[in-house]
Every structure is written in structure tokens, then in C-alpha cells.
């Protein structure tokens, strides 16, 4: 028998992710970002690419249910899933946020697939095989794979028997009904007190057939920590280069310091903080790894708080904000640039340093000096200026 009424995805959004939530700081799976969505919304994109399917019901966790109409309406505003659909709350167990969602389907639709969005990698093939199979007249369709591991029923830590693994399948969703068939599953589960993992087993438990069809090894169900890797992996990585660039006059003022090394007998410079052009120039690379601004910005020289403070500490500081925004720092080159004193003796000394300060490795960190000839105020010994290069990574 086929039909010609609809057919609607119910997404599943409404569980608290308990097993998750530590290793996420507590954000429930379903809106974890992913590729710049939150992790349901690329299962409707899937069921927006799918031909056969006419809308999606969303349900979410009652008491987040306004904010999320307003969030899907503003994903579906930025790039339109071009199909119907609703948002309602969902219930205490998986099978009562289903069967709010069936409540919600329009009176045209015959056939329902029902997902868990914690499932993002669901293909558009798989679910269109699920489609044909209900179209042409299966009441139950829901996809499978073989089990690698060999499964045992146990009690009180002892095995009490081994199933066959020939004749064992792991299910995954969307799993398709027809609406008359899971709704009346639904009706006695409820009445008869059934607690079930899956529609499917419900309707098993009504005395229908449930069908299987070809699951996806990677339809994988985000559920531990460990699962994290999925959507981590799918990351690119790219480089950033900060630059950063500082003068000191020459002066009475403060003993010469570079890259946190005192150097004996350089002329003294006036500085605020402790005047170490080369870490100052390095501050600001940091911080152009990820448009974090400059250090006047961060450490303004009116502050009575800066005044002395450690450039060591200012790096370590800087460098923590390039961790926040998701950096990380692989390669730091700097070069001094002054006509005295000369700097070869002391460059060694200063990598080692720069690379203890910054937590590198010493083959991470360069360190030049060059005289500018004779020519311009580092010529003229009237000051000396730094550059620094810093490499980062973000994932994006
Ligand atoms: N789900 C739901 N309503 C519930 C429970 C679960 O909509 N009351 C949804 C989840 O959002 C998820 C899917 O059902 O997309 C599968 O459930 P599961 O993987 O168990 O997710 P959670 O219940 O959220 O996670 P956990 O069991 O770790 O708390
Ligand atoms: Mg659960």
C-alpha cells in the first residue's frame, strides 16, 4: 500500500545530555557548535536536503522552548530550511518528548521519522532508502549495523548469558512509521506503563513487524566525552602571525633588561614597567594573533598598577588572553635592533629565557640583533627598538 500524505521529521532535542554535560562545561550535546550550528540544527539541514520530507517538529527542553523558537527562527532566517515547522517542549523520558512531538504533526501528514539530534552525521541517502521502504508500505523501517563486540546480559557484575552476535544489530535513528502505527505504540506504551530506549520497541511490543534497513557506521549517536573527537576532528586548523613592534629612549631611567635578561653595561633607558623593549614587542605580537589590541590598551602607562610591573608578567598575561580566544602560540622570532652594546654575547641567554617565560620549547623561539649602520636614533645611540614575529594555531 502506498500513500500520498507527508512525511515529517521529528527531531529530538529535549534530553539534558547527562553523560556529556562535565566534560562541555554543562551545555546539553544538542547545542554544542559545530561547523558554526548548534548540533540539532545539521540534522535539519539533513531532513531539508531530504526530497521526500515536508517538515521538521523540533522538540526542545521545556523550559528553554521561547528561547529556542527564537533561535531556530534565526538560523532558519540566515539560510532558510525551506520547509515547515514547529518548536514544542519535550517530556521527562525520550518516548514522552516523541510523543509530544507526534501531537504537534499537521493532519496531512501519514509517515514520521523520528531522530535524535544527537545523531548529526545522518545521510540524506539513508534517509530517502527509509522513505521509499514506508512508501511502499512498511509500517516500521529503522536503520542497523552489525555489532563487533560480542554482548552478554549480566546481573550483580556476573554474566548470565552471551546472545549470539550473528543474529544481533545496533539501531540508530531516524526510524520511520507510519504515524498511525507509532501513535497507537504510544497510546498503549502509556496506558500499558512501558519504558522503552527506541520507538521501535514499542511497536515490536504492540505485535507489529519492524523492518530493518542498511545503517551508517558513522551515524554514530554523540553520548560520552570520548565522542567529542567526532566533531573536534572535523576542525581546520589555521595559522596566525602576530607582529609586534617597541622603541626605548635612552636615558637616566632603568638598568637595560631584554627579554627578561639584565644586560651590564648597556645604557639605562626611560621606560614605564620595567622597560624591556623586546618583551614589550612581543606583548603586542601575542596580541595581534587574534585582534587582542595593543599592550597600551591592556597596560596603559597612566596605570599606577603598571608602573614597574614585570614585562615577564605582561607576556604571561597576554598570552593567557591568546589561550582564551583559542590560540596556540607554536613559534616566537625576535630581533633587537640597537647599535649598542653588542648583544651577541648575551642572545643565547635571552632565547632560553623567552622560551621559559612563554612555556616553549627553546627550538620555538629565535632571537637576532642587528645594528642599524650607524644610521637613524638606533645609529645615534639615542635609543633601541624591537620586533617580534609570533606563529600561532587556532582551530576553527
Ligand atoms: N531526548 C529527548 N527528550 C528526553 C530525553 C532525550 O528529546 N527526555 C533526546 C536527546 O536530546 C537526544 C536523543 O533523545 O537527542 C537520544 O537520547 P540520549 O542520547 O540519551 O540523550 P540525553 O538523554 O540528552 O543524554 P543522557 O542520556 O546522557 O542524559
Ligand atoms: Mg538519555
Request: proline share 4%; with cysteine.
Amino acid at each position: 500500500m502506498s500513500t500520498s500524505g507527508e512525511v515529517w521529521a521529528v527531531l529530538l532535542a529535549a534530553g539534558s545530555g547527562t553523560r556529556l554535560a562535565n566534560a562541555v562545561g554543562g551545555v546539553k550535546k544538542q547545542f554544542l557548535e559545530w561547523k558554526g550550528f548548534p548540533l540539532f540544527w545539521h540534522s535539519a539541514i539533513t531532513f531539508s536536503n531530504t526530497p521526500a520530507v515536508s517538515g521538521i517538529i523540533f522538540v526542545f527542553p521545556p523550559d528553554q522552548v521561547e528561547e529556542m523558537k527564537e533561535v531556530v527562527a534565526k538560523l532558519d532566517g540566515a539560510d532558510s530550511l525551506g520547509m515547515r515547522f514547529k518548536v514544542t517542549a519535550g517530556g521527562k523520558r525520550r518516548q514522552d518528548s516523541v510523543f509530544n512531538g507526534l501531537n504537534e504533526l499537521p493532519s496531512r501528514c501519514t509517515h514520521v521519522l523520528v531522530h535524535d539530534s544527537a545523531r548529526p552525521f545522518a545521510s540524506v541517502k539513508m534517509i530517502s532508502g527509509i522513505i521509499d521502504r514506508l512508501q511502499a508500505g512498511d509500517e516500521a523501517v529503522i536503520p542497523a549495523i552489525d555489532v563487533t563486540d560480542t554482548i552478554k546480559e549480566v546481573e550483580d557484575g556476573i554474566v548470565e548469558r552471551t546472545l549470539t552476535r550473528s543474529r544481533l544489530k545496533a539501531v540508530q535513528t531516524p526510524q520511520g512509521f507510519a504515524l498511525s502505527t507509532l501513535h497507537a505504540a504510544h497510546k498503549q506504551a502509556e496506558e500499558e506503563g512501558w519504558d522503552v530506549t527506541d520507538d521501535a520497541s514499542m511497536v515490536e511490543m504492540a505485535g507489529k513487524d519492524v523492518h530493518i534497513c542498511e545503517g551508517e557506521e558513522g551515524n554514530i549517536k554523540m553520548t560520552n566525552p570520548e565522542d567529542l573527537k567526532k566533531i573536534e576532528e572535523d576542525k581546520r586548523t589555521i595559522p596566525c602571525v602576530g607582529w609586534g613592534y617597541d622603541v626605548h629612549k635612552f636615558g637616566e631611567g632603568r638598568p637595560m633588561v631584554l627579554g627578561g635578561v639584565p644586560i651590564p653595561g648597556g645604557p639605562e633607558v626611560i621606560a614605564h614597567s620595567d622597560g624591556d623593549v623586546l618583551l614589550h614587542a612581543l606583548a603586542d605580537a601575542i596580541l595581534g594573533l587574534f585582534g587582542g589590541g595593543d599592550i597600551g590598551h591592556h597596560f596603559p602607562d597612566t596605570s599606577d598598577a603598571c608602573e614597574n610591573m614585570s614585562s615577564g608578567i605582561i607576556v604571561k598575561e597576554v598570552m593567557a588572553k591568546a589561550e582564551e580566544a583559542g590560540v596556540e602560540i607554536v613559534h616566537v622570532d625576535l630581533t633587537v635592533i640597537s647599535q649598542i652594546p653588542k648583544l651577541s654575547p648575551h642572545r643565547e641567554l635571552i632565547r632560553k629565557n623567552v622560551a621559559s617565560v612563554m612555556g616553549l620549547d627553546k627550538a620555538q623561539v629565535n632571537v637576532k640583533a642587528t645594528t642599524e649602520e650607524k644610521l637613524g636614533f638606533t645609529g645615534e645611540k639615542k635609543g633601541i627598538k624591537a620586533v617580534a614575529a609570533v606563529t600561532g594555531l587556532k582551530k576553527i
